[in-house]
């Protein structure tokens, strides 16, 4: 089963239309094969200091992202935009990396836990 409908376009603003298509099969494929393999395939957000660019369309993803039943991490939107967790736009600090690995690990707990239930 596919988590995404391409016939659908308005959950995606136009400027990334073209590559829609093709980031859906990938991230089925990665869900197909987890599945197949018993994974639990976690899809997440890279986050960024200052999204200056690309905030469109990283917001249409996630808004896409949340409209199925993958699970998914908001890294994005959870991780502060304060300079103590970046090097830089891109690259968390050793305490960016130590947030989101406590983020993902409390993340993977829940998924856990509710599997025991």
Same mark, same amino acid.
């Given at each position: 089963?596919?988590?995404?409908?391409?016939?659908?376009?308005?959950?995606?603003?136009?400027?990334? %239309?073209?590559?829609?298509?093709?980031?859906?099969?990938?991230?089925?494929?990665?869900?197909? /094969?987890?599945?197949?393999?018993?994974?639990?395939?976690?899809?997440?957000?890279? =986050?960024? /200091? %200052? /999204?200056?660019?690309?905030?469109?369309?990283?917001?249409?993803?996630?808004?896409?992202?949340? $409209?199925? %039943?993958?699970?998914?991490?908001? /890294?994005?939107?959870?991780? =502060?935009?304060?300079?103590?967790?970046?090097? %830089?736009?891109?690259?968390?600090?050793?305490?960016?990396?130590?947030?989101?690995?406590?983020?993902?690990?409390?993340?993977?707990?829940?998924?856990?836990?509710?599997? $025991?239930?």
């Amino acid at each position: 089963t596919s988590f995404f409908d391409t016939r659908n376009d308005s959950a995606i603003g136009s400027n990334i %239309d073209f590559n829609k298509k093709e980031f859906i099969a990938i991230i089925n494929s990665f869900n197909h /094969l987890s599945n197949a393999l018993d994974i639990k395939f976690i899809f997440m957000t890279e =986050p960024y /200091l %200052d /999204l200056k660019y690309g905030k469109r369309e990283i917001e249409a993803i996630s808004s896409l992202i949340e $409209q199925t %039943d993958l699970i998914f991490i908001d /890294l994005e939107k959870i991780v =502060p935009k304060e300079k103590k967790y970046f090097l %830089d736009n891109t690259h968390l600090s050793e305490e960016g990396n130590l947030l989101v690995s406590e983020i993902i690990f409390e993340k993977i707990k829940l998924i856990n836990d509710n599997n $025991q239930n």
